[in-house]
Each structure stands twice: as C-alpha cells, then as structure tokens.
C-alpha cells in the first residue's frame, strides 16, 4: 500500500516561513502528479500547489509568489515552501498524489494525513 506522510506544520507570526514536506512510501511502483490542498472548518478542500510532472507547476491564485512547490523524484517527496505567510493562509495542509502501487497497473489518488498550518496576526 501506498501511504503519504507528512511534515513540517506548526504555529508561525505572519510574514514567517514555514516549509511542509511529504514522502510517499510503501509499495511504490510509480509516482504521477504531487500536489498540496488546504481546508479550513466549514469549507470544501482547495488546491493550493501542484506538480503534474517533475517541470510543471500551478498555482493558486492566492499563493503565487509567496508559496513554491518542489519534489524530490528519488525520494518520491514534495516539498511546498511557504514564505510570507498571512492569517488567512491558516489551515490543515494535504498532500495529494496519484500513484502506482506495485503490483498493480492503475493509478490511484492517495492522500496525506494533513498537518496544519497556523499563522497569527
């Protein structure tokens, strides 16, 4: 099975930086896209960062130029570093990926366990 861990959350002053990591490990056959979300209480689930391949990048609007998305193929990471944070960048932080896992040909979509992110005023 394919298991996505993260790390890296925390408690941050706005302006701050913080920089959240996910490995995907276990039965890795193949790693597609990686991506980040965040939600926050009451509301649906958003992309924040994602990398459909290891030199494509998107963004969301909200992010561009404060938040950067990387990944680490050998290790099957993604890292999303964020800089310049705001009190509204506060949420719990998903990693998001669709895999392959050995043994098996179909991609699946797999997500992580969520770290939040917390920036005070």
């Known amino acids: 099975q394919v298991r996505l861990v993260e790390s890296g959350g925390g408690l941050v002053q706005a302006g701050g930086s913080l920089r959240l990591s996910c490995a995907a490990s276990g039965s890795v056959l193949r790693v597609d896209s990686m991506a980040w979300y965040r939600q926050t209480p009451g509301k649906q689930r958003e992309l924040v960062a994602k990398m459909p391949s290891s030199t494509s990048t998107t963004y969301a609007d909200g992010v561009k130029g404060r938040f950067t998305i990387s990944r680490d193929n050998a290790k099957n990471t993604v890292y999303l570093q964020m800089n310049s944070l705001k009190p509204e960048d506060t949420a719990v932080y998903y990693c998001?990926?669709?895999?392959?896992?050995?043994?098996?040909?179909?991609?699946?979509?797999?997500w992580g366990q969520g770290a939040q992110v917390t920036v005070s005023s």
């Open positions: 998001n990926s669709v895999a392959t896992e050995s043994g098996n040909s179909v991609p699946r979509v797999y």
